[in-house]
């Protein structure tokens, strides 16, 4: 099995040119929010669930994953899930659904075209087209960074 300290090394020689980690940094939230707006505008049995749910179970299993490789990142990246939940809630109380949705998706294809335009600049594909599971890395990536700016040495 990978290490964390493995994916965050591969995904770190996909993104070397500047302009592109630029981009992965302006880029990389909004797609992990959009993703998860879009999961908390899908319809729910009110009688069971509330909305949100499909959105709450995801984060509980990508925060599994990031669990079973590293602790730190899990609960570094399980703060920003949970930043990201509220501020998801309180759009999606104050749009809508449909609203919601459409302003997700906007945000979405958006901000991939930012990534797209960053790895034209890196001359290089992006890591998930090799292995779907670097769409977990990339927001690990940028929290592990964060973590080192904060004086934790050991990230994963």
């Known amino acids: 099995?990978?290490?964390?300290?493995?994916?965050?090394?591969?995904?770190?020689?996909?993104?070397?040119?500047?302009?592109?980690?630029?981009?992965?940094?302006?880029?990389?939230?909004?797609?992990?929010?959009?993703v998860i707006a879009l999961l908390w505008a899908i319809p729910v049995p009110a009688n069971f669930f509330r909305p949100g749910s499909w959105a709450v179970l995801t984060m509980v299993a990508a925060f599994y994953w990031y669990w079973k490789h590293s602790h730190r990142l899990a609960a570094a990246l399980l703060i920003a899930f949970a930043v990201l939940g509220l501020i998801t809630n309180i759009l999606f109380s104050e749009l809508g659904a449909t609203r919601l949705c459409m302003l997700a998706v906007t945000v979405f294809v958006v901000a991939w075209i930012g990534q797209f335009i960053g790895h034209k600049?890196?001359?290089?594909?992006?890591?998930?087209?090799?292995?779907?599971?670097?769409?977990?890395?990339?927001?690990?990536?940028?929290?592990?960074?964060?973590l080192r700016k904060m004086g934790f040495q050991q990230v994963t």
């Open 1 to 34: 099995m990978r290490t964390m300290q493995d994916w965050l090394d591969s995904y770190s020689s996909d993104h070397q040119n500047p302009t592109n980690k630029r981009l992965h940094w302006i880029c990389v939230p909004p797609i992990m929010w959009s």
């Open 121 to 146: 600049y890196e001359g290089r594909k992006p890591s998930f087209l090799t292995d779907i599971s670097y769409l977990l890395i990339g927001p690990a990536w940028l929290m592990a960074k964060v």
